[in-house]
């Protein structure tokens, strides 16, 4: 009888709850599991990783081959089995000696064949790493065999704690070659002892025409690089197989990305086997974006610089004006083309894709504040200076990072509900002015709110109004309400979904 939990927790909870572990083990399975792809192309199996807990063995990891058949349709991640159900696995988690020998199971209707194996580090058994697939009449390849032989050494790293590889960076990395991409498998001088036909061709297209069997990787290579193409110091060591690193080698206008695992028995290291893929394409496109990537940067740092001197000449315009209203009106432009330029300014520094947007709410807000220095036009009422009101500013949650498209109209909304709050509700008394953000998913609510005089019965009007009502609901798809703050005050709250960011 085996058990499922209803929702599955993350790697890290389950070892993180796991009493029998301790930090340094936890972090050596993190480690195989960021880096077992390669067992399981190898093996052409799925691998499955169990730990010990006080109800029974507990698969907590899962890998399958993307070079042959799964026999886990269902993901077994979570799966509880009682003690009497795996007596080998048991024995094993219990720090038995392995026998070896593969076992014929069931797994949901098929006939599979597996392999137990403990893995363990500094003396001790850490869990069980069960290699199972599908079971085939079909003789293996040379190719199937040789990679499963691969595989096989290994699991005897494994077995003995020298696998994964301390210190060796972890795939996924962008253009990490895998098994399927090509394989070379060399002898502890670097001699190639066998190399997959991807290996093989992705070679002979960068002018390799002889056999690469018997012949050191490292001369063959040498023998391509463009002399004028930088080489990357650690390119040798991958060649030879004698460090497990990564390196990407540049010849006749392409790209080959090698990676090094060496195989050791025993600490004496014994070959290595190189993984191989030809990244020319992947290269030029990245060279692409970066070109496109200080295009686009530079185009937001000009259209940044042409904003803030939009706004420079309005405000240099606002203070010829006679007129109070006139004044005040540029004055509004002003805020709002300097919010815009904000936004841009928080893409040059970051993502072009997306704005972290609470950084973009601090400079909302203090432009909000300076509101308070300007003069304030009302019938009768004698206009205010920064010295005789004191707003203050607070903000509460996180909105995070949002969509380039989303930023400049939730940007402008900020500004002008804090503008509001601080000339409608602040400016003659001063106090506190607070945004509260609060985002679940793809779900924002942003709280903007003071402890002035309150609106009363009044429904909110005016320019700066109708502008945060047509960008709350025809841009971002949301909606925006006022309500009276208990214990005095307008709270005014923006309530938008937002697009998922494709980064």
């Not at 490292?218 to 060649?239: F, G, I, K, M, Y």
Request: with cysteine; aromatic share 2%; net charge negative.
């Amino acid at each position: 009888m085996c058990a499922y939990s209803g929702r599955m927790p993350s790697l890290t909870k389950f070892l993180t709850d796991n009493p029998g572990l301790t930090e340094k083990g936890a972090d050596w399975l993190q480690n195989l599991v960021g880096d077992w792809n390669i067992v399981s192309d190898l093996l052409r199996a799925d691998l499955v990783l169990w730990v010990k807990e006080e109800g029974g063995p507990r698969a907590v990891a899962h890998c399958r081959p993307a070079t042959g058949s799964t026999v886990y349709y269902e993901d077994p991640v979570g799966t509880l089995l009682e003690p009497g159900q795996a007596p080998e696995l048991l024995r094993l988690l219990d720090g038995a000696a392995p026998t070896g020998e593969p076992i014929s199971i069931q797994r949901e209707g098929r006939e599979a064949t597996g392999l137990l194996v403990p893995v363990r580090k500094d003396g001790g058994t850490l869990a069980v790493l069960a290699s199972e697939r599908p079971l085939s009449d079909t003789p293996r390849s040379v190719t199937e065999s040789r990679q499963h032989e691969l595989g096989m050494r290994l699991l005897t790293m494994l077995e003995s704690g020298a696998f994964p590889i301390e210190g060796a960076p972890i795939p996924p990395r962008r253009g990490a070659p895998r098994v399927g991409d090509g394989v070379i498998e060399l002898d502890e001088a670097g001699i190639v002892q066998w190399a997959s036909p991807n290996a093989r061709s992705a070679f002979h297209r960068f002018g390799v025409a002889v056999d690469m069997t018997g012949s050191s990787l490292a001369e063959l290579a040498t023998e391509l690089l463009q002399s004028r193409s930088p080489v990357d110091e650690s390119l040798p060591l991958v060649l030879m197989g004698r460090a497990a690193w990564r390196s990407d080698m540049q010849a006749r206008g392409g790209t080959l990305s090698l990676r090094a695992v060496p195989l050791t028995e025993a600490g004496v290291r014994t070959g290595a086997m190189v993984l191989v893929r030809d990244v020319t394409e992947l290269r030029r496109r990245e060279r692409e974006l970066i070109t496109k990537d200080a295009t686009i940067r530079e185009v937001h740092h000009r259209v940044k610089n042409n904003l803030q001197t939009v706004a420079a000449l309005l405000r240099m315009q606002s203070r010829r004006m006679k007129s109070d209203e006139a004044r005040d009106a540029l004055s509004e432009a002003m805020r709002r083309v300097s919010t815009i330029a904000l936004v841009h300014e928080s893409l040059l520094q970051g993502s072009q894709e997306a704005v972290h947007f609470d950084e973009v709410i601090d400079r909302c807000l203090r432009l909000a504040v300076d509101a308070a220095s300007a003069t304030v036009h009302r019938a009768g009422t004698p206009r205010l200076t920064e010295a005789q009101v004191e707003v203050r500013t607070e903000k509460i949650g996180r909105v995070g990072s949002i969509r380039a498209e989303e930023a400049t109209p939730l940007a402008l909304v900020v500004t002008e509900l804090a503008t509001n709050a601080v000339e409608h509700g602040l400016s003659e008394t001063g106090g506190m002015l607070t945004v509260r953000s609060e985002r679940v998913g793809s779900h924002l609510v942003i709280n903007i709110e003071d402890d002035g005089e309150g609106m009363g019965a009044a429904k909110p009007t005016g320019l700066g109004t109708n502008i945060a009502l047509s960008l709350v609901q025809g841009q971002l798809g949301g909606t925006l309400s006022w309500q009276e703050r208990p214990g005095g005050g307008t709270s005014a709250v923006v309530d938008v979904y937002l697009d998922p960011l494709t980064l």
